[in-house]
């Protein structure tokens, strides 16, 4: 089996607020996803990120280092998180990230991981 990582991407602007009914559904919605993973056998990791508003981003870029409090760019979405997962092929990993509830809200990039 192959490992994929999802990164999920999410509009800050957009996401539902902290104790609010809509976030807990979102919390539901995860709970179930990672327990449907579990069973199937794909989760290999993952977890959630902090919001951007309580973070901060740093880039290297040439050995120079940038910090910034927050996104290092006002429009860049929000890292939300990331899952590993095993998947025998594209296909599956494409069928998961479907499946994945922060595609209702942003984006779900997925990714082969290389393995060495």
């Not at 973070?55 to 910034?68: C, E």
């Not at 860049?76 to 998947?87: A, D, E, I, M, Q």
């Amino acid at each position: 089996m192959a490992k994929y990582i999802f990164l999920q991407y999410i509009d800050a602007s957009k996401a539902p607020r902290p104790g609010s009914p809509e976030m807990q559904g979102v919390i539901d919605a995860f709970a179930s996803y990672l327990e449907e993973l579990k069973a199937a056998g794909a989760f290999h990791d993952g977890d959630p990120c902090q919001p951007s508003s309580a973070s901060f981003s740093v880039t290297v870029r040439d050995g120079h280092a940038k910090t910034a409090d927050g996104p290092m760019y006002a429009e860049s979405p929000w890292l939300n998180g990331y899952f590993v997962l095993n998947c025998k092929d594209r296909a599956e990993a494409s069928s998961w990230a479907a499946k994945n509830p922060a595609e209702h809200v942003g984006t779900v990039e997925v990714h082969p991981i290389l393995s060495l």
